[in-house]
């Protein structure tokens, strides 16, 4: 199996608040992980790319001391969104791809954030 | 340009109607193709990996191929249940590209 899970599935926060969510892979080892953001009826567009133990990779627009990843584990990556606003609100999904097991990415369940 | 685009953006097929969905990519050293199935609020579920012209996976009531320049992903007798939106995703020698998903949905 491939299983990846997310935590909190959804959470409502004040403008100004952090919030930090978590991804898990629960039963592999992900050497990578990978973090998206998916608005409605859109497709998903990545943010960054978390390899443990080093500094993530972020794409292009997306500011790293705002979305402060880390990946400490094999198991664990979490993403904290740093004085989160109104636009901040988005679906965020995480994956995981196995350490010698191709391209392949196995997605978490998602987490839906909004700010106030 | 890279690009990952699927057609049609929606489609509507009565129970049983088979169909075939596509994507079409342009994409500078392929590594793989994936489809995935999102339901509302969810994260995608990954059903296929595709890797070389000629590749073909099935899967219950789909069936993935895969040629240089577009992969379709088949379905067979779809159930109500099957409805989904079905995005393709190809895996470049840097970065994964998603498309932007096609909406199906399966009348009883």
């Known amino acids: 199996g491939a299983v990846v899970s997310q935590h909190p599935s959804w959470v409502i926060c004040k403008s100004g608040t952090s919030v930090k969510i978590e991804c898990r892979s629960l039963?592999?080892?992900?050497?990578?992980m990978f973090w998206y953001r998916q608005f409605p009826k859109q497709s998903l567009m990545l943010m960054a790319t978390?390899?443990?133990?080093?500094?993530?990779?972020?794409e292009q627009g997306v500011e790293k001391d705002k979305f402060l990843i880390n990946h400490a584990s094999l198991t664990l990556s979490t993403l904290t969104v740093t004085s989160a606003h109104p636009e901040d609100s988005s679906f965020y999904i995480c994956?995981?791809?196995?350490?010698?097991?191709?391209?392949?990415?196995?997605f978490g369940p998602g987490t839906r954030l909004t700010v106030l | 340009e890279d690009q990952v685009t699927q057609s049609p953006e929606a489609l509507r097929l009565q129970e049983g109607e088979s169909s075939s969905l596509n994507c079409s990519y342009t994409?500078?050293?392929?590594?793989?193709l994936f489809w995935y199935r999102q339901d509302p609020g969810k994260g995608p579920e990954f059903l296929f990996t595709l890797y070389s012209a000629g590749e073909e996976k099935e899967k219950e009531r789909l069936k993935a191929t895969l040629t240089k320049k577009e992969s379709f992903l088949h379905i067979t007798a779809p159930k109500p249940e099957d409805s989904a939106t079905y995005l393709c995703a190809v895996q470049a020698e840097d970065k994964i590209i998603f498309g932007k998903g096609t909406r199906l949905h399966i009348l009883p």
């Open positions: 039963d592999f080892q992900a050497t990578t």
């Open positions: 994409v500078s050293g392929l590594r793989g």
């Open positions: 994956s995981a791809r196995k350490g010698g097991g191709g391209d392949t990415q196995y």
């Open positions: 978390s390899n443990e133990g080093s500094k993530a990779t972020y």
